[in-house]
């Protein structure tokens, strides 16, 4: 971050607080991971539709000359299906856990599963 003359920010210790607990420090923590998760399974979903479009939409005519190509067309689709798969396995965990932080922090009973 750049200073500017005249021109008070707030640090990030001070938008912390002092009294900041390690639950919501853990929750942050959290947050962050699974918009870095959602960014790199959002390239996955672009994969996953230009392979469908490629299949089903395209018919000789598509937005892109690789996309009249099958093998790359079916690429997509395998690649955009792995990237996928690997996303949701990653971030369903996450996503359990800040809910269960959520629950502790409002004080009711995390759900067993």
């Known amino acids: 971050m ?6 008070v920010t707030n640090t990030s210790s001070e ?11 853990e929750l942050v923590q959290l947050s962050k991971k699974i918009v870095k998760l959602q960014i790199m399974g959002f390239i996955g979903a672009i994969m996953l539709a230009f392979g469908l479009y490629g299949i089903f939409g395209a018919h000789g005519h598509a937005i892109h ?7 790359a067309v079916y690429g997509l689709l395998i690649l955009g299906a ?17 809910a269960r932080l959520h629950a502790e922090a409002a004080g009711h009973q995390p759900p067993s599963s």
């Open 65 to 71: 000359p690789l996309l009249n190509d099958p093998r």
């Open 82 to 98: 792995v990237i996928q798969a690997w996303h949701y396995f990653k971030v369903i965990p996450l996503i359990r856990a800040r």
């Open 2 to 7: 750049f200073c500017v003359p005249g021109y």
């Open 15 to 25: 938008r912390e607080g002092p009294m900041q607990s390690s639950r919501e420090r």
